[in-house]
């Protein structure tokens, strides 16, 4: 599809923009899904090129991120398959089922996650005061609910992905005994393998408008070294204000879409 000048700065500008949120919370389908839309893309070509456009940028971010991401090799190779597998069942449903299938649920699943995201603090609190009375020790990196939500998160990562990174932040910040910077570290590494293996299995079966692909790669790119610099200087207490700010956007787009 050919562009004007004035639609690839838009796309261009978009990919930076969810670039940057993407690496500081997730959610940045939610700025380049509707610019694609907007100059005219069918939705199925426009959520394809969208996914393969913000590869650049979570890989970009996820390097960012790298300091906060030591000593964390057996989490991202037991998490990353976990998204692997994830993102591509996600991607398969997307060219399977109607959207209105996550329609329904994904904005409850969005709340739900906000919710844990504000209580993390207080819930890890209560669960550690909680093994301590009974004698039991915390799963290692979260135990098979982790495994299980990271799991179906992945799932909808790969279908659609916006508001992603929220969910993996909730799951991650109640289940595992870290600090935030450095889960949301590992999160911008799922993002990579998700969008990854989702792009990979659209390149062979799915339309896609390299252009616009190439723009947001671009934009994506520039974005999550913003976002890195940004992101990694927030304090916990305005990252969790910052992730449900983001969230509290993405249900009241999705619900009034």
Same mark, same amino acid.
């Given at each position: 599809?050919?562009?004007?000048?004035?639609?690839?700065?838009?796309?261009?500008?978009?990919?930076?923009?969810?670039?940057?949120?993407?690496?500081?919370?997730?959610?940045?389908?939610?700025?380049?899904?509707?610019?694609?839309?907007?100059?005219?893309?069918?939705?199925?070509?426009?959520?394809?090129?969208?996914?393969?456009?913000?590869?650049?940028?979570?890989?970009?971010?996820?390097?960012?991120?790298?300091?906060? +991401?030591?000593? @964390?090799?057996?989490?991202?190779?037991?998490?990353?398959?976990?998204?692997?597998?994830?993102?591509?069942?996600?991607?398969?449903?997307?060219?399977?089922?109607?959207?209105?299938?996550?329609? /329904?649920?994904?904005?409850?699943?969005?709340? +739900?996650?906000?919710?844990?995201?504000?209580?993390?603090?207080?819930?890890?609190?209560?669960?550690?005061?909680?093994?301590?009375?009974?004698?039991?020790?915390?799963?290692?990196?979260?135990?098979?609910? +982790?495994?299980?939500?990271?799991?179906?998160?992945?799932?909808?990562?790969?279908?659609?992905? /916006?508001? @992603?990174?929220?969910?993996?932040?909730?799951?991650?910040?109640?289940?595992?005994?870290?600090?935030?910077?450095?889960?949301?570290?590992?999160?911008?590494?799922?993002?990579?393998?998700?969008?990854?293996?989702?792009?990979?299995?659209?390149?062979?079966?799915?339309?896609?408008?390299?252009?616009?692909?190439?723009?947001?790669?671009?934009?994506?790119?520039?974005?999550? @070294?913003?976002?890195?610099?940004?992101?990694?200087?927030?304090?916990?207490?305005?990252?969790?204000?910052?992730?449900?700010?983001?969230?509290?956007?993405?249900?009241?787009?999705?619900?009034?879409?």
């Amino acid at each position: 599809m050919a562009l004007s000048i004035w639609e690839a700065l838009a796309i261009l500008a978009a990919g930076i923009g969810a670039g940057t949120i993407n690496t500081i919370v997730g959610s940045g389908t939610l700025i380049t899904f509707p610019v694609l839309l907007a100059t005219g893309l069918p939705p199925i070509t426009a959520n394809v090129s969208n996914t393969l456009g913000l590869v650049p940028g979570s890989i970009s971010g996820a390097i960012g991120y790298r300091r906060e +991401l030591r000593g @964390q090799k057996g989490r991202i190779l037991r998490f990353g398959l976990t998204a692997l597998v994830g993102g591509l069942a996600g991607a398969i449903l997307l060219l399977a089922l109607p959207s209105a299938a996550f329609d /329904a649920i994904v904005p409850a699943l969005i709340a +739900l996650a906000l919710v844990l995201v504000v209580l993390q603090p207080r819930l890890a609190r209560a669960l550690a005061r909680r093994r301590e009375r009974n004698g039991t020790e915390a799963p290692t990196d979260g135990g098979v609910a +982790l495994l299980a939500g990271l799991l179906l998160s992945s799932v909808y990562g790969g279908y659609f992905g /916006a508001a @992603q990174g929220v969910l993996y932040l909730s799951l991650m910040g109640v289940l595992l005994h870290d600090e935030l910077q450095r889960v949301n570290a590992l999160k911008n590494v799922l993002a990579v393998i998700v969008n990854g293996v989702a792009a990979l299995f659209f390149v062979f079966v799915a339309d896609v408008d390299w252009l616009a692909v190439l723009l947001i790669a671009a934009g994506s790119a520039v974005g999550g @070294q913003i976002g890195a610099k940004v992101g990694r200087r927030l304090p916990p207490t305005a990252l969790r204000a910052v992730i449900v700010a983001v969230g509290v956007v993405a249900i009241a787009q999705m619900l009034l879409k």
